[in-house]
């Protein structure tokens, strides 16, 4: 059996292509403007009006393939996040990557004691710069999204954590006008020395 | 005879041991003469008699005679078919001038000069034994040489020989040809089994002839194994044989096979299986966000699942295994299963609309006022910055579009093969040296998750994406630059097979490399809006090759794409590359 762990490939920035880039005459900006329909379109999926929830979240500790509920200190801990569309149309299901996290989803983590567990610091730069994504789940299915936690908390302390993850239905508003929240159940994982 | 020599004592007496003897058994016999050696070079004996009461000789084979002192050994077999009853040894010697070897005073040449003889028992073979048959199982479809290892056969120069030897099966596949019964204890003979004989037990008798009462036999027990021609089945139906044929399946569905016998009679198992498959097979293959997983095909197996990763045809699938008997003996000459198959897949490709655009993007900042921030993106989008409630949308910088694929899904794997953001800085208007410029990444790993997320699963066959980099950075660069170089895989999962509750898997197509790469100024006099991107695009959906397709030799892993962790990102402060 063949596993990897630790293989990837890389393609170092070399001086040459970062002086050329600088040398680079300058032109003018275009203001951005609104994105009209076209050629490499995208954008989220919208149904407002909905009455009900959308969607609902269901999660588990490690990730598709590998249940864990049990990991060491200063290890990978993954989480994974099932949304399943239980309207009768396609809903969206877009977001965006940075620092390695779904920004999509919201993250509640606590310790023993109640407390929100310590995040691990992270450059306002570093968590701005990723990349977004457009997706969608068709109706009646369900999506996953694996989410390396352990890029966005500190897990270096044994014990147990109670995580919860939500995320705002793009189409089910409250009175206000906001997203309404929808929350999945809550796990446990232990951290062990 | 034993001739004795002049001066050389004769024996006085004489003793054996033992004096009951067993046909068709070698019995080993002392025979003591007190003082003298009757096989010492003043005596020797060079024939024995062993007869019946009334002189007539008896039929035996006798052993090599060797003596020392005042003892001798003998080894002596009277025939198989020599029946109970009281016989004679007797030894004897004589005198020969012509040999040196003086007569006593009245005796002339040959005369008998001393004599003994010895009544002994003889028991006859109760009936034929047999101790083995080797080798005990017999391959369907071959000819193969076996040995009846026993006691009491009858021999051709037995004059009531030699003994039958018989087989009867079941499905009437088995017969004998050349038998011998080369000894007593041993007969040889070539067995002959028909292709379609089934897995089942045979009856081998061995029948002396008749002695005194009618004839005698014993049957071989634990009974010959017939071992069968293996099968080869796939979807319950024999694949292999006379009923093979071309067999077609589709990369990435299981071919799950099994194979007959499954079981052996009389005690047999099946003890090896060895298979051999032509192509690129694995047993399983696993990917998450975590990493990768893949199983090697099972080839000792008696059932064996598999996945072939690439179309071919003529793909040989053959089989053999090795039979055991109850004392452990194991018989590998086993005939060749064999099958052939087609795999096959629909020709795919994957191609890239590239906007060309580097452009100024601005994200609304949640966390600042709601104020607009400038992004260099590739694209041209507007929303929230990323992290903030909502979703960015607009036109994307790359867009790519399989084709090509029916009765499956395709698969979305990109990863980051290097993403730099580089930011310079102006020199101090009151002189001074620039600051150092600040650099984040490399950001290596695989983009987003397993498949990658940027795909609308009601147009599964296009992925999108538009990386961005922030431009207002809490200082004012002089330039910023995105160095972003990534690979998208194209994988293909088939429909899952009919009739089949194993799922297929994603076999790998093909891969694209593309980039974006770019730089946007900072206009003087320093603010927070006055950018503009390079003049020369170096936004590029393709970096040259093109689509390139899979192949077995790619990496270790048949050609997936490789991964051990998520991209991410790590910016080092004020960290000079030269």
């Known amino acids: ?193 | 005879m034993c001739h004795a020599q002049a001066g050389c004592s004769q024996p006085t007496s004489a003793t054996i041991v033992p004096d009951t003897w067993y046909a068709g058994v070698m019995n080993i016999v002392t025979i003591t003469t007190p003082n003298v050696n009757i096989f010492n070079i003043g005596y020797y004996c060079d024939s024995v008699d062993l007869t019946t009461g009334s002189g007539a000789e008896i039929p035996v084979t006798w052993e090599d005679i060797s003596g020392t002192a005042d003892s001798a050994t003998i080894g002596v077999e009277p025939a198989a078919s020599v029946p109970t009853q009281t016989a004679l040894f007797v030894l004897e010697s004589f005198c020969d001038p012509d040999a040196n070897m003086p007569c006593p005073a009245g005796t002339g040449a040959n005369d008998i000069v001393w004599k003994v003889t010895f009544p002994v028992q003889i028991v006859g073979c109760p009936a034929p034994a047999i101790t083995s048959v080797t080798p005990s199982g017999w391959w369907a479809g071959q000819q193969q040489d076996i040995t009846i290892t026993g006691n009491c056969f009858v021999t051709l120069s037995d004059p009531s020989g030699p003994s039958k030897v018989t087989v009867t099966d079941g499905a009437g596949a088995v017969t004998l040809s050349n038998v011998t019964v080369v000894g007593p204890n041993q007969i040889t003979a070539t067995v002959n089994v028909t292709k379609k004989a089934p897995a089942e037990t045979v009856t081998l008798k061995v029948t002396n002839p008749p002695s005194g009462g009618g004839p005698q036999s014993v049957t071989a027990s634990p009974a010959p194994v017939v071992l069968p021609v293996p099968v080869i089945k796939w979807k319950g139906n024999a694949i292999s044989g006379d009923s093979t044929k071309n067999q077609s399946v589709i990369v990435g569905q299981p071919v799950e096979l099994t194979t007959t016998p499954a079981t052996l009679p009389g005690g047999f198992t099946v003890s090896k299986s060895t298979w051999d498959i032509d192509g690129t097979t694995i047993k399983q293959y696993q990917g998450d966000a975590s990493g990768i997983t893949l199983q090697e095909t099972d080839l000792d197996t008696q059932n064996t699942t598999y996945y072939w990763l690439y179309p071919d045809s003529g793909l040989n699938v053959t089989y053999t295994y090795c039979a055991t008997d109850t004392n452990g003996n194991q018989i590998c000459t086993s005939p060749q299963a064999k099958a052939t198959y087609k795999a096959t897949r629909p020709t795919m490709t994957l191609s890239t609309w590239d906007s060309k655009e580097a452009t100024i993007e601005h994200f609304t900042e949640c966390a600042y006022h709601n104020e607009k921030e400038p992004y260099l993106g590739y694209g041209d989008l507007s929303g929230p910055v990323l992290g903030c409630p909502g979703d960015q949308e607009g036109t994307v910088g790359i867009k790519l579009t399989a084709s090509g694929a029916s009765g499956g899904k395709y698969v979305f794997v990109q990863i980051v093969d290097s993403d730099f953001g580089l930011y310079t800085y102006p020199a101090p208007a009151g002189g001074g040296a620039a600051p150092p410029p600040d650099l984040c990444g490399p950001h290596a790993g695989l983009d987003g998750g397993m498949p990658f997320p940027g795909v609308y699963k009601d147009d599964p066959s296009v992925a999108y994406d538009g990386p961005e980099l922030p431009l207002d950075i809490g200082t004012e660069p002089a330039t910023a630059t995105r160095n972003f170089h990534a690979t998208m895989y194209l994988l293909w999962q088939p429909d899952q097979l009919s009739g089949t509750n194993t799922e297929s898997i994603p076999v790998p197509i093909g891969h694209q490399d593309w980039q974006f790469i770019a730089t946007a100024f900072h206009k003087p006099p320093p603010g927070r809006d006055k950018w503009s991107t390079s003049r020369t695009p170096t936004a590029s959906g393709d970096e040259g090759e093109g689509f390139v397709p899979a192949t077995p030799s790619d990496n270790e892993l048949y050609g997936y794409p490789l991964w051990a962790h998520l991209a991410s990102t790590v910016c080092n402060v004020s960290q000079w590359i030269n």
Do not use: C
Request: proline share 5%.
């Open chain 1, 1 to 193: 059996m063949i596993t990897i762990r630790g293989a990837f490939r890389v393609k170092l920035l070399t001086a040459a292509m970062m002086i050329a880039a600088s040398l680079a005459p300058a032109q003018d900006a275009a203001p951005s403007t609104s994105p009209t329909q076209g050629e490499g379109h995208v954008g989220p999926i919208r149904h407002p009006g909905a009455s009900s929830p959308s969607f609902t979240l269901a999660l588990h500790s490690g990730t598709r393939n590998r249940n864990a509920s049990e990991f060491r200190a200063g290890s990978d801990v993954w989480i994974t996040i099932v949304e399943k569309n239980i309207t009768n149309h396609t809903i969206d299901f877009s977001g965006s990557f940075s620092g390695g996290v779904d920004n999509a989803f919201l993250y509640d983590v606590k310790d023993e004691d109640g407390k929100p567990a310590e995040q691990v610091q992270m450059s306002r730069l570093e968590s701005q710069m990723g990349n977004p994504y457009w997706s969608d789940i068709l109706a009646g299915e369900s999506e996953a999204r694996e989410v390396l936690l352990s890029q966005k908390y500190k897990f270096d302390r044994p014990g147990k954590y109670f995580i919860q993850v939500s995320r705002p239905d793009i189409d089910f508003l409250d009175k206000d006008g906001n997203r309404v929240v929808v929350k999945s159940n809550i796990i446990t994982i232990t951290i062990t020395g």
